[in-house]
């Protein structure tokens, strides 16, 4: 057995499992104090930052100088009142054997990440040379009620430089401390157990796998050529979650909500978030709660260009796609683009068939769609302005969003709506994972036309309509967000446009219970010593900070304000 890093002089005084988001923020603020951390990760050198990487980069900031200078009014309150609404937390009082309840520390972590998200979240990043755009951008516009799911206003800062700028503040000062000894890296160190000792946590022990030079996202090999144990005072787990491991997904998939077990899903992250930290950290005692709670979108659309397995990209949209079920019938109130993801899923789910379609014109494409992922967005993610000017306010649709509509397998373009229920149909017959019924033209046709009609007049009693003109009351949506309204059928502003929709999966809401110090509890609710826990295999805090639902902007700051607290718990240890 090797001693890897140990053995070579170098004694930690944490070791952190995951070179993620979470394991980045953890590294950076313990060696901040002085401390030495072994950061261990299954990928190569190419990795790190994790999926965090891939992201779009939006985080959720209350009350931002962006938003008042957008004329946005946000507050604490509000922000509290929605995630409330959104969370839903109802496993709150402990259990009828005295255990605590699954939300007991999840609801406390809620309510801190509020309040740093509403004072310091903002200035800390800052500090740390993170910029956002000046456009706040409305995700998760909700289920309709006040009380309910759903951001009331627009919160989404979208980080100038996508992930890979998140990334980049935390990975510079890390790989500094690494210059300077108090960091070092083990790569391709896959932990397989956690060494306990007395109840306590000590260490970690798992097989070396064979040297990969695979770039980032790639699946790597799974050959084990050694093994290693390592040992440290404090173990900090930020493994990420299930979202590529369809076996967990499926085992743990909430019907009663979200309807039948999907027969066919797509991946929106890379084949190493596998969920292996979950058992292993449950394996040593911890608690793992909320294992039904998960986030996946139903906008996914296959990559024509892939990287990883089955690699999915999300469609971000703009409120105005009219969106069809498979048999081409109109999802139902609040069932819109953009507005209740879960909501959404669950009424799909009860359709029978695991597909949707947008139905949309060139002119809502050019305004309103936008790509998930930092690789798709490179003027954002280059940080280069000209580029994005040209980009988003040239006429067209921005240059990713293009070629996926001219290479992707999901998309249909024609003139009229006979051609473009055929080519609908066309994709059905020739996609056997997700055959579902034959569309006819004539029902998309009346549906069309009756929404088409409500445009006569400035009022409306379609819902849809509504909304769309609710968004177009912020600055950011009508400017740059939100297609002026218009005529589906309106020949001026086509072609048309079809887009098979697909589930992609994402996140995992649930995970290992923790304080608010990211200490791993027990199913007791005592702390098991030496053990944290922080980012998505924590729930991104306390083991499901998010509760039932999201607000979107919240999953890279949940990585960074969990792993923050286990890298400052460690620091005062």
Known sequence: MTKGAAEQGFVPDAIVVGAGLAGLVATYEATKAGKRVLVIDQENRANLGGQAWWSLGGLLFIDSPEQRRMGIKDSKALAWQDWQGSAGFDRIEPQEDGTPGEDHWAHQWAQAYVEFAATEKRDYLRALGLKSLPFVGWAERGSGDAAGHGNSVPRFHLTWGTGPEVVRIFVEPVLAAEEQGLVQFAFRHRVDALVTEKGAVVGIRGAVLEESDTERGFASSRVEVGEFEHRAPSVVVTTGGIGHNHEMIRANWPVDRLGPVPTHLISGVPAYVDGRGLTIAEEAGARLVNSDRMWHYTEGI????????????????????????????????????????????????????????????????EKEFALSGSEQNPDITSKDLKFMLKSRVAKGAPGPVEAFKQNGVDFVVADTLEELVAGMNGIVDGDSPARGPHLEAEVLRRQIEARDAELDNGFSKDFQLMAINNARQSRTDKLIRVAKPHKILDPEKGPLIAVRLNILTRKTLGGVATNLDSRVVDRTGAVIPGLYAAGEVAGFGGGG???????????????????RAAGRAIAGS
């Open 302 to 365: 296959h990559n024509w260009d892939p990287v990883w397995p089955d690699h999915a990209i999300r469609v971000i949209p703009g409120p105005s796609s009219l969106w069809f079920d498979a048999t081409g019938q109109r999802l139902a109130a609040p069932n819109f683009p953009g507005f209740d993801s879960l909501g959404t899923l669950g009424a799909i789910g009860k359709t029978g068939y695991d597909y949707t379609w947008f139905v949309l014109t060139q002119a809502i494409i």
């Open 545 to 563: 900070v998010h509760g039932y639902n999201a607000l979107e902007g919240t999953f890279l700051g949940g990585c960074i304000f969990s792993g």
